[in-house]
């Protein structure tokens, strides 16, 4: 990013600077730039001789995928993997493969090579998250683009980075819970009602952080994510795209499944969704959209073959669910 860039749109600018404070040595800097910038100069021009000098990274040939995932999963156990350092409580690890769509940067979340039932149900739970993010992608909300591989037991859900371009670009992505902590501090409530904030212009006139379009987005996958029994929608697993600073727009949907059926920590495995709170701030006609996706989505699971037995028994509690809130749903006019 040129100088110029920085200080038209200085929240991308900090963002670069904090990835680079870390990444580069004292006393580097353009000191003829320095009485205007300080050190920040420093790291964009040291970044981008480094981008401008950087080998193009060699993608994972198809054929050697699932053992390369193997390998790589193995090594992110041991925190060997320097790339597997993405946030989240779930094991992962980035790679940069061929996919049907082309070389691809990728984050991949597998689980243990064991058999038990408690991996028996996170290899469901990567195949349930694999059909929430197509689901919405089939309907044309933005979600990140997914595959499942099974290979020798052990189950990979790959989604395509949507903070990568190409081989060597990057766009900014950042999170609910950062947007919130800088602008709004309301740190646990639930999305709708933190995004209706953002996307508010300030008394002041200071225009809002987030685009309209973004807040709408953000309540649609928060009454998606309620139907399917997804117990997990923190601030962390929502984020926005920063290409051409405030406001920002919604990234595609990511992590969203039913984590009301995640295996707790007793090894116990829930299957019984919990009750559905129809919050008063997702308007009527977003908890009906909400509804057929969720319909579209149940109807995916019901056919899909590669469950175990067991999780049978959670979609149809979620079936349950998802004809008591059609009826409350109604009631709404
Ligand atoms: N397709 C993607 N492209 C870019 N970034 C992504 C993508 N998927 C996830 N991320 C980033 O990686 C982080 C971890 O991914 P994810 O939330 O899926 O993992 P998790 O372990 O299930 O998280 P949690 O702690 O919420 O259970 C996300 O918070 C997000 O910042
Ligand atoms: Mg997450």
């Excluded at 353009?30 to 920040?40: A, H, K, N, T, V």
């Excluded at 309620?226 to 997990?232: A, Q, W």
């Excluded at 006609?285 to 995916?300: E, F, K, N, P, V």
């Excluded at 998802?322 to 709404?332: D, I, L, Q, S, T």
Aim: proline share 8%; charged share 15%.
């Amino acid at each position: 990013m040129p100088a110029s860039a920085c200080l038209m749109n200085p929240m991308t600018c900090s963002s670069v600077n904090l990835l680079l404070r870390i990444a580069l040595p004292v006393g580097c800097a353009d000191s003829s730039l320095l009485p205007w910038y300080g050190w920040r100069v420093a790291g964009h021009d040291v970044a981008r001789d480094a981008f401008l000098n950087a080998a193009a990274p060699q993608a994972l040939p198809a054929a050697e995928l699932a053992q390369r995932y193997a390998q790589l999963a193995a090594e992110a156990l041991q925190g060997g993997a320097p790339s597997s350092s993405a946030g989240g409580e779930q094991p992962k690890f980035s790679a940069h493969v061929e996919t049907p769509d082309g070389p691809r940067h990728v984050l991949v979340k597998f689980t243990l090579p064991e058999d038990n039932p408690v991996t028996a149900r996170w290899r469901d739970l990567l195949l349930a998250e694999h059909h929430a993010l197509q689901t919405l992608s089939a309907a044309g909300v933005p979600a990140a683009a997914s595959r499942v591989i099974d290979h020798a037991g052990q189950r990979f859900l790959e989604t395509q980075r949507f903070d990568r371009v190409g081989a060597l670009g990057r766009r900014g992505l950042l999170s609910l819970a950062a947007v919130e902590a800088e602008f709004v501090g309301g740190a646990g409530a639930a999305w709708p009602e933190l995004t209706q904030r953002l996307a508010t212009p300030a008394a002041n006139g200071k225009e809002a952080v987030i685009t309209p379009e973004a807040h709408a987005g953000a309540t649609l996958l928060h009454a998606f994510g309620t139907l399917i029994g997804n117990t997990d929608m923190h601030a962390g697993n929502l984020s926005f795209l920063s290409d051409s600073g405030r406001p920002y727009t919604l990234a595609p949907a990511y992590d969203m499944l039913p984590m009301a059926f995640a295996p707790r920590a007793s090894g116990n495995l829930p299957d019984t969704p919990p009750p559905v709170h129809l919050r008063g701030i997702v308007p009527a006609a977003t908890w009906r959209q909400a509804l057929a996706l969720s319909a579209d989505y149940l109807g995916r699971l019901r056919g899909e073959a590669g469950f175990t037995q067991g999780f049978g028994r959670c979609v149809e509690g979620l079936e349950g669910v998802w004809r008591e809130v059609e009826g409350r749903v109604g009631r709404m006019g």
